[in-house]
């Protein structure tokens, strides 16, 4: 193992960290706001997905395709909030994880029935194709290297949008008290929709972006939302900087795990045997993490005021 | 009798009838449906000891419901190859003495998962409970002992003195039997001091500490038994396919548990079985009309989280007494 | 949208006339319709179909269910099966996991079951049955192709798979045949869509070849990240990683890929150009290898049931094992263990007519069997 290999599968890790930022800052955002847990977030995901590889598809350009995967998972997060969400802010968790859950049925059966069974075409933009050499030799994608970015511009805006603009004075606000912020006369539940369509587009971003480098097709979603949840979880719920620390923490220790504990048990077995369980160990290393860290810190390493 | 127990009496009955019925008109699969029914049904009520009476909303029963299977296919696998299990211990394919194993295993499970997801509440329950039983779950897909992702076939069903196991009718008594136990445990456990004190650290913890109860210990030890009920119907549910896999373990599985429970009503008795019959019939009736099927069942399920809080039974027999 | 319309169609037309009683022959097919791996499910039942339609056949009817790849549904639908509609013949299993629920005990319940794709070894040595027919292949057969083509001109190959029984039987089947050195045997997670990390490794071991078995969507994810991962190293895989259902999804990134087969669209005899023909004009696209297989495995049926009675299971048996057809495969024979003896083929990613598809290279191997046959005493 050389320096080189292990400094890439840091970037790898830091990454996909990256990656699950942007699905973990809108899910953290609307239970911050609103106290409500959304299975089908990676439902929107999907949505941004699918509106990405459509469009650009017929029109020829992934950017085209990129605002309207914000457009699309806006508008559907929008509409869900709107005709679902909006009824579930007084129940208990159990309701809102149920609704949500039959959320995810719909949305899947429903796209495959607009776009058939088969994955969709969507390739990175001839922009940002192919590698470039790192200092100390090592190619890199520079795909990747723009997925990095982009998480650390979204990373800034949402932090420039909460802390400086009258929307962000009201979701902090919303944070800490929700009925006080009702009755000083803001209109919360045009904040509550706007809110859910901020973090529904930042998941459909989030999808396009992924997308283009995985595989769009039903489903897509599940596994993510689960990681996302992880994140957010062990972050502290409603947190934004916890989702930000807790998605670096599991890109980094996924990735990690990945390359080095089958390496590890090469020691003690044969390399066949050594690579079976090392994956299967590597395969639940994250939610031992976050055992861990919830045995310990029962609300995540930055509890919000509430929740 | 009141409202609520005629319904429940109504479907128990129903329950043992429809098979019978069935089993003589020549139609067999409907008693293999209606097993699935009661095993659904007794794995949802062990939920139900958690989630109606002490409030926690765990979304890693599966992991409980597939250590229960497991147990059952490992436990037949080694009866029938012939080789021993652990310590020189062979398997079995008798079912009681693989019921025992299956809730002792499931018991243990449920008190470690619960010391630990016992500590937070809330969101952080719902979401450590998914997290051990996504590790369950990746550990069964990725260990090679007994088939993985394959999972484990049993060619034969498990034996039981005294019943054709391999008989449909055979085996759905044995699961109704033990459903109407399980049924009949709960109803013991609500009214007893212990239900009592678990039911009260859902509505008021300052409360219950004050009197002198540790509401962590009254929910670790109503945890592990709602656990041990679970794996109970995943030795069961094993049986009824005469095979094993992960996808007894996964998340979806964790969350149509929840799903029978709402269906049926929250916290009642007989909640989960009018939920099981319910979904059993949606999934085998939408399934036979359109490929589109799980689209409408979550557009029925989203009706019913939305405007029918109270389930089935809610529908049927009013509200909810308080407990 | 339009070939949905027509499959579903098709669907209805097939429901209605399942209504019907005392037909001969009644076959009921579980597949995968709903779900991510759709794909696969709705071509093995278009090239099922294909065959009855194109047979004429009035006596069979096809009872078509989705087993939305979950185990547990498939194996309520195969009791439905047997108990309430009383098929005679069992087939359409996708994968492995579900096969292994069904088909053991379908066949202890007396039922055939032809396998269209799903062959896990299990069913191929010791356990095999009488009334398990395997249409496709045995699990093994494409990665032992890939790694005898190996052995000509790789010397230190990195060799990946996920980490499920599939993936391990895929590398064991590459390592019977190829003799050169290992640089890695790596196990990746099932269902996992980035491998960064994996790229990182093939770029840093110096390999001269890399074999990957990964079906559907981690095959996809894969393929295009390692296009832009800058690493030279030539790919190669099984058929299923370049199949024709996640081709278009690859996209450009697929191109000059090198995969065993034992079809591809370029094959020049008659049954092949027929069945392509055929298909792109009942359906409107190319098919896959798991169209082809389901149709050979209608074809095997039909022409079974032309010469003999089902129920009376030895003779339909004794029909079944002279695979009587015209394969587009060119040349099909059944193993004892009631596998396919064929021709794998090697094939190339290329794109004609702006359409990406495979083309064969060359025959890698002549009438070859499987590693289990001799375990198998029927």
New interface residues.
Partial sequence: MTVALALEQLLNGLQLGVMLFLMAAGLTLIFGVMGLINLAHGSLYMVGAFACAAVAAWTGSFWIGLIASLVAAAAAGAIVELVVIRRLYDRDHLDQVLATFALILMFSEGTRWLFGSFPLYLDIPPLLQGAVTLPGGTQYPVYRLAIIAAGAIVAIGLYMLISKTRLGMRIRAGESDREMIGALGVDIRTLYTVVFALGAALAGFAGAMVGALQSVQVGMGEPVLILAFVVIVIGGIGSIKGALLGALLVGVTDTMGRFLLPQIFAFFAPPAQAGMIGGAVASMLIYIVMAVILAVKPRGLFPAAHA | MNRENLVNFILAVLLLAVPFAANMAGQPFYVTLATRVAILALAATGLNLALGLGGLVSFGHAAFFGIGGYVAGILATHSFSGEPLLFGLSGTNQMWVIWIVAVLLAGLLGLAIGAISLRTSGVYFIMITLAFAQMVYYFAVSWPAYGGEDGLSILVRNQFPGVMTMRPLGFFLICYVVLLVGIGLFALIRASRFGNALQAARQNEVRVATVGIQPYRIRLTGFAISAMMTGLAGALFADLNRFVSPSMLSWHMSGELIVLIVLGGTGRLFGPLAGAALYVAFEYALGGITERWQFFLGLILLVVVLFARGGLLGLLAGKARHG | ?K??LAA?TL?LSLSASGLAFAEPLKIGMITT????G??LG?DTRDGFMLAIKNSGNKDITVVT??D?Q???LA??IA??MI??DQVDILTGIVW??LL??VA??AV?QGKFYVSTNAA?A?LAGANCNKLYFNAAYQNDNLHEAMGEYANKGYKKMFILAP????G?DS?TGFKRYYKGE?A????????Q??Y???I??M??SGADGIFVFLP??MG??FM??FA????KIPVMGPGFSFSQ??L??????ALGAKASGQWAPDFDNEASKKFLADFQKEYNRLPSIYAVQAYDAAQLILSAAAKADVTDADAFRAELLKADIQSPRGNFKFNTNQHPIQDIYLTEVVKQDGVLTNKTVEKIFTDHKDAYAKDCKI
């Fill in positions: 949208m070939k949905l579903a669907t319709l709903s779900g991510g759709a794909g709705i269910e989705d939305a979950k185990p547990e194996v309520q009791d439905k108990q309430s492995s996991n292994m629920a053991p005990s202890a896990p299990a980490n499920y029984p599939a391990k590398l290992l890695a045997e790596v196990y990746t997670q099932v269902g869509t980035d960064a990390a994996e990182a490794q770029r840093a559907g969507g996809i994810a295009k990240q832009q991962s800058g690493v259902d996640v278009p999804a690859i996209g450009d990134a």
